[in-house]
């Protein structure tokens, strides 16, 4: 009975292993990572494909993740656009804020997760909330018309220091919904400035992911 824990335990923890050998820092290079798309009543939500891991592991190379356990909180911050694909327009965009504190007296890892809190023994338990992507809602269904081919792009930023930024977090976080589901308003960030005329932004480790082509079919 306890052999099938063990296992799965030293299966994730090679794939850390291999996450971190790979994590990139090249902020200007967009990666193509396939997702699951799925419908969760009048939402859509996404999730990494079991073979291909999360492309937010790539935040983190061999110092990140050693932080984690400095006793300094880790920051992940994670916005998210959907647009159709003939257009670089979005008609959805929604922002996560994830953060991790090792509680030195207590030796448990804190964390903050997409308004949850959660706390874990042990650091790659730690990382994999940091990064996991799993039902992560990402529009409302009303504003993706059924046989209309959109995409999805995502940028994610591993301890933002820009005032501004955080300002911004704080703001959308605010408004409920883990910093909305709406278009309403300017985006934070918008999708051309991320994507079409990137600047750099001040963090320790920027992504920017486009997913494949991807439509709701008609039941």
Known sequence: MTARPRLRSRAYAALIACALAVAA?????????DLRFIER???LTIASLPNKGSPLAQLFDIAAYNALASGFTSTVVIRIWIYPRDSSDPVAFVLYERKALYNLWDEVYELKIDGRIVKEKRQADALKHLT???DLPVARLAVLPIGQEFQLAMQAELNPVSKETLAEVRRWLSQGNGGGLDRGGAFFGSFVSVFVNPKIPEADSVIRVRSQPFYRPRR
């Open 25 to 33: 820092r090249a902020d200007d290079k967009v990666i193509q990572h």
């Open 132 to 134: 996991s992507i799993e």
């Open 41 to 43: 009543d009048d939402l």
